[in-house]
């Protein structure tokens, strides 16, 4: 199957996944570390069983080091990523994280000397300049000031950034599933990381108790449509250049900005986003900006 349809789906559904993370973090999960441990310990099961099911494949020391590694910035990710939905809604959010493509873009330049043409220069304005729409609110006393969740975008942004890159030089050598295997035990160690930092604040066996049942099917469901985004778009990655599939994901911000107006509209108490016309054109205004910058990027 062609690798754009991987591309397309992988936003598509990561949108949904930022959409129902939203809805627990408000609702329903207490602290957001608890679905990022909760997702780590998941894939280790996955992992496991993908190794057990191809026979116990191995990888070299620094192909092992290099996927690891992309897994456990991957995980360390959604902290300020999670972090960030807390502070603003989704569709403000996950516009800015269009600069993800330029930074796989300049990181790509450092690591694989790829040069930058003027077209792509370009582009890496209009991202930053949709980005900065998203990111920049107007304060009380009339002045602009960045957005609360500004730094922790841009924190996510890098660490979102690296594994991609990271996946794509050992996949080009190995096959799919076995370069999978190790990115989701990265993912695990990421999670024991981020445990072991938290475990203090984090009362795990309370916050599980916490949960209600009715929550269970929720939190089931994001896990599962969150790892399919994951494999959607590495599998891309092993078929398409890494800027090309990164580029390909300034798609999402029109997904989530689809999927919160159906839900403010029609189920208003699973999710209530800012649907005033100012704040819905200038969200298109960005999008549009963003959506310029990759035009000239991929040109």
Not at 1 to 23: C, E, G, Q, R
Not at 122 to 135: A, H, I, N, T
């Amino acid at each position: 199957m062609n690798w754009l349809f991987f591309a397309i789906l992988a936003p598509a559904l990561y949108a949904l996944s930022t959409m129902m993370d939203k809805f627990l973090i408000e609702k329903r999960v207490k602290d957001p570390v608890l679905l990022t441990v909760l997702g780590g310990f998941i894939t280790f099961f996955l992992g496991t069983l993908i190794f057990i099911a191809k026979s116990f494949p191995l990888l070299s020391p620094g192909e092992t080091f290099f996927v690891l590694t992309a897994g456990l910035l991957a995980e360390l990710a959604l902290m300020p990523y999670y972090k960030a939905l807390s502070l603003d809604d989704a569709s403000r959010v996950i516009p800015f994280f269009q600069i993800i493509p330029v930074m796989v873009l300049i990181l790509s330049s450092l690591f694989l000397k790829e040069s930058l043409n003027p077209n792509e220069y370009l582009g890496f304005f209009f991202v930053l300049l949709g980005g900065g729409m998203l990111s920049i609110k107007k304060s009380e006393s009339g002045s602009f000031k960045i957005r609360k969740s500004f730094w922790y975008i841009m924190a996510a942004s890098l660490l979102f950034s690296l594994p991609s890159i990271f996946f794509k030089f050992v996949v080009q050598t190995n096959d799919f599933w076995t370069t999978m295997i190790y990115e989701f035990w990265g993912i695990t160690i990421g999670a024991f990381i981020i445990y072991a930092f938290r475990r203090k604040k984090l009362d795990f066996s309370r916050n599980l108790k916490e949960i209600p049942k009715n929550t269970w099917p929720t939190l089931a469901s994001n896990e599962v449509i969150y790892t399919l985004s994951q494999l959607s778009g590495l599998y891309a990655v092993s078929l398409a250049p890494v800027a090309l599939v990164s580029v390909l994901s300034s798609s999402t911000p029109a997904f989530v900005m689809i999927y919160g107006i159906i839900l403010s509209v029609w189920f208003p108490k699973i999710i209530k986003e800012d649907l005033k016309r100012s704040t819905v054109v200038s969200k298109i205004m960005a999008i549009a900006l963003t959506m310029a910058g990759i035009f000239f990027i991929n040109k």
